[in-house]
């Protein structure tokens, strides 16, 4: 099956810049989304097809892909970007993959 | 405004079934599929499955195939989810999500149901 490999955890002061990546075989033939998720709350998504953003969604959330990783960008970090995270592609073998999910802390 | 409203909380006994509903509003409901996905205690999202509410169609993730069964009620905009000989380590939130571009299975997932509480305890 598919696997989509991230790093457990990330700490980050206010007003930096958070780095989030996400990792599997031939990610780069795929489309990757990003979730947040907030403790005791559901996911939200904060973009889908590696680079878009929903409404609502701030402009310091942005994605990009490179080789075997996508990575989220979180600039000018807040307080309130203090979640964990996780991407997702569509797999043909194992159609829909979470990522094992990243705990952003802002310390 | 699109809207996913799950039904409440259970607590089933090892071996037994729950079913889980999950309710749309705000949008043509037979036009996006409906996807399930569970969270254990601490872990991390886990896909299920899909429904495809116009269709009725299914495909489930090959670790739920034979005890998942996802049904939809068009009438009521409405999808289920039943879990039948559940055990204890099926205790998760469930969670329903729409997917995010019409007609497709394979897109992300634009909005989420409050998600539901299964615990299973003897």
């Known amino acids: 099956s598919y696997v989509l490999t991230q790093t457990p955890s990330v700490s980050v002061a206010p007003g930096k810049t958070a780095r989030i990546t996400c990792g599997g075989d031939?990610?780069?033939?795929?489309?990757v989304h990003w979730y947040q998720q907030k403790p005791g709350q559901a996911p939200v998504l904060v973009i889908y097809?590696?680079?878009d953003r929903p409404s609502g969604i701030p402009e310091r959330f942005s994605g990009s892909k490179s080789g075997n990783t996508a990575t989220l960008t979180i600039s000018r970090v807040e307080a309130g970007d203090e979640a964990d995270y996780y991407c997702?592609?569509?797999?043909?073998?194992?159609?829909?993959?979470f990522g094992t999910g990243t705990k952003v802390t802002v310390v | 405004q699109v809207h996913l409203v799950q039904s409440g909380a259970e607590v089933k006994k090892p071996g037994a079934s729950v079913k889980v509903s999950c309710q749309a509003s705000g949008y043509t409901f037979a036009g996006y599929y409906i996807h399930w996905v569970r969270q254990a205690p601490g872990q991390g999202l886990e896909w299920m499955g899909w429904i495809n509410p116009n269709t009725g169609g299914t495909n489930y993730a090959q670790k739920f195939q034979g005890w998942v069964t996802m049904t939809r009620d068009t009438s009521i905009n409405t999808a289920h989810v039943e879990l039948s000989r559940l055990r204890f380590n099926d205790t998760a939130v469930y969670y329903c999500?729409?997917?995010?571009?019409?007609?497709?299975?394979?897109?992300?997932?634009?909005?989420w149901g409050q998600g539901t509480l299964v615990t299973v305890s003897s």
């Open positions: 031939n990610i780069g033939s795929k489309s």
């Open positions: 999500a729409r997917g995010g571009r019409s007609g497709t299975s394979l897109a992300y997932f634009d909005y």
């Open positions: 097809y590696e680079s």
């Open positions: 997702h592609v569509w797999d043909r073998s194992s159609e829909h993959v």
